[in-house]
């Protein structure tokens, strides 16, 4: 399980380096995994301090720092 979360978490860097801020509901519709699995990617990398998070009305952006 451990290798498919890094293995998300870097599909989520991808994804963010070439679309920029998007949202946190886009970012588990645009990656090829469970919503689980894409959460936990995404909590992997604001555990490394990689991600930021804007908090707007439409919801909760990432965007890499």
Not at 21 to 41: C, D, K, L
């Amino acid at each position: 399980m451990i290798e498919e979360i890094g293995k998300v978490a870097g599909e989520i860097w991808h994804l963010l380096e070439e679309r920029g801020e998007i949202s946190i509901s886009g970012v588990a519709s645009e990656i090829n995994a469970s919503p689980s699995t894409v959460y936990m990617g995404l909590g992997w990398l604001a555990r490394e301090n990689k991600l930021e998070f804007v908090k707007k009305s439409r919801g909760v952006f990432v965007k890499l720092k």
